[in-house]
Protein backbone atom coordinates (compact mmCIF):
# COMPACT_ATOMS: atom_id res chain seq x y z
CA UNK A 1 0.00 0.00 0.00
CA UNK A 2 1.48 3.54 -0.96
CA UNK A 3 2.44 6.38 1.86
CA UNK A 4 -0.97 7.88 0.28
CA UNK A 5 -3.66 5.24 0.42
CA UNK A 6 -2.07 4.63 3.98
CA UNK A 7 -2.96 8.60 5.01
CA UNK A 8 -6.35 8.40 3.29
CA UNK A 9 -7.16 4.98 5.54
CA UNK A 10 -5.89 6.75 8.03
CA UNK A 11 -7.92 9.58 7.93
CA UNK A 12 -10.47 7.64 7.16
CA UNK A 13 -10.79 5.69 10.05
CA UNK A 14 -10.17 8.58 12.18
CA UNK A 15 -13.33 10.02 11.25
CA UNK A 16 -15.17 7.09 12.59
CA UNK A 17 -13.13 7.01 15.41
CA UNK A 18 -14.23 10.24 16.76
CA UNK A 19 -17.77 10.75 16.42
CA UNK A 20 -19.43 11.83 20.07
CA UNK A 21 -16.87 14.51 21.59
CA UNK A 22 -16.24 18.31 21.01
CA UNK A 23 -19.66 19.58 20.02
CA UNK A 24 -20.41 17.36 17.64
CA UNK A 25 -24.35 16.54 17.27
CA UNK A 26 -26.18 15.54 14.86
CA UNK A 27 -30.06 13.99 14.46
CA UNK A 28 -30.03 12.50 10.86
CA UNK A 29 -27.90 10.66 9.00
CA UNK A 30 -27.95 14.28 6.68
CA UNK A 31 -26.59 16.18 9.54
CA UNK A 32 -23.75 13.39 10.36
CA UNK A 33 -23.02 13.89 7.20
CA UNK A 34 -22.13 17.69 6.96
CA UNK A 35 -20.38 16.95 10.80
CA UNK A 36 -18.00 14.79 9.00
CA UNK A 37 -17.17 17.48 6.51
CA UNK A 38 -17.03 20.47 8.94
CA UNK A 39 -14.66 17.33 10.74
CA UNK A 40 -12.32 17.18 7.38
CA UNK A 41 -12.11 20.90 6.64
CA UNK A 42 -11.04 21.25 10.51
CA UNK A 43 -8.52 19.68 10.14
CA UNK A 44 -7.69 20.62 6.78
CA UNK A 45 -7.60 24.37 8.77
CA UNK A 46 -5.74 22.88 11.32
CA UNK A 47 -2.85 21.50 8.91
CA UNK A 48 -2.97 24.49 7.37
CA UNK A 49 -2.24 26.99 9.98
CA UNK A 50 -0.12 25.10 12.35
CA UNK A 51 2.05 23.34 9.83
CA UNK A 52 1.96 25.21 6.83
CA UNK A 53 5.85 25.38 6.52
CA UNK A 54 5.94 21.14 6.84
CA UNK A 55 6.66 19.35 3.63
CA UNK A 56 4.33 16.40 2.51
CA UNK A 57 7.51 14.15 3.33
CA UNK A 58 8.23 15.80 7.00
CA UNK A 59 4.07 15.19 7.44
CA UNK A 60 4.21 11.74 6.33
CA UNK A 61 7.56 11.30 8.60
CA UNK A 62 5.37 12.50 11.63
CA UNK A 63 3.10 9.13 11.04
CA UNK A 64 0.39 11.25 11.95
CA UNK A 65 1.58 11.97 15.54
CA UNK A 66 0.29 16.04 15.94
CA UNK A 67 -2.33 17.54 18.44
CA UNK A 68 -4.74 18.47 14.65
CA UNK A 69 -4.39 14.94 14.10
CA UNK A 70 -5.26 13.89 17.04
CA UNK A 71 -8.25 16.18 17.76
CA UNK A 72 -9.33 14.50 14.53
CA UNK A 73 -9.54 11.13 15.83
CA UNK A 74 -10.78 11.99 19.11
CA UNK A 75 -13.46 13.51 17.05
CA UNK A 76 -14.23 10.72 14.63
CA UNK A 77 -14.68 8.41 16.92
CA UNK A 78 -17.83 10.93 18.30
CA UNK A 79 -18.86 10.72 14.67
CA UNK A 80 -18.64 6.81 14.38
CA UNK A 81 -20.53 6.50 17.97
CA UNK A 82 -23.54 8.64 16.45
CA UNK A 83 -23.70 7.14 13.31
CA UNK A 84 -24.69 3.36 15.20
CA UNK A 85 -27.00 5.58 17.63
CA UNK A 86 -28.50 7.04 14.73
CA UNK A 87 -28.70 3.48 12.76
CA UNK A 88 -26.78 5.39 9.53
CA UNK A 89 -24.40 2.42 7.62
CA UNK A 90 -20.95 3.62 6.59
CA UNK A 91 -22.13 3.75 3.24
CA UNK A 92 -24.66 5.82 3.16
CA UNK A 93 -22.49 8.25 5.66
CA UNK A 94 -19.35 8.04 2.69
CA UNK A 95 -21.75 7.96 0.07
CA UNK A 96 -23.24 11.68 1.20
CA UNK A 97 -19.55 12.66 1.98
CA UNK A 98 -17.99 11.40 -1.61
CA UNK A 99 -20.67 13.82 -2.98
CA UNK A 100 -19.32 17.03 -0.78
CA UNK A 101 -15.88 16.26 -0.95
CA UNK A 102 -15.49 18.89 -4.28
CA UNK A 103 -16.17 21.52 -1.19
CA UNK A 104 -12.96 21.02 0.53
CA UNK A 105 -10.32 24.09 0.37
CA UNK A 106 -6.56 24.12 1.64
CA UNK A 107 -4.22 26.82 1.64
CA UNK A 108 -0.72 24.98 1.76
CA UNK A 109 0.62 22.20 -0.18
CA UNK A 110 0.37 20.06 2.84
CA UNK A 111 -3.58 20.65 3.18
CA UNK A 112 -4.13 20.02 -0.56
CA UNK A 113 -2.41 16.54 -0.11
CA UNK A 114 -5.09 15.97 3.06
CA UNK A 115 -7.42 16.86 0.64
CA UNK A 116 -6.23 14.16 -2.25
CA UNK A 117 -5.78 11.92 0.24
CA UNK A 118 -9.31 11.88 1.82
CA UNK A 119 -10.86 12.38 -1.69
CA UNK A 120 -8.73 9.40 -3.40
CA UNK A 121 -9.30 6.73 0.14
CA UNK A 122 -12.72 7.69 0.97
CA UNK A 123 -14.52 6.13 4.15
Not at 50 to 70: C, H, K, R, W
Request: charged residues 20%; hydrophobic residues 45%; proline residues 1%.
Amino acid sequence: MGTRSVIAVMLALAVFVSACSGGISASTCDELIDETMDLFQRLIDDVDSEFQDLTVEEFIATGGDLPSIETFEKDAEIIDELAVELGCSQSQIASGVQSQLGNLTAESDLGRFLIGAIRSGGL
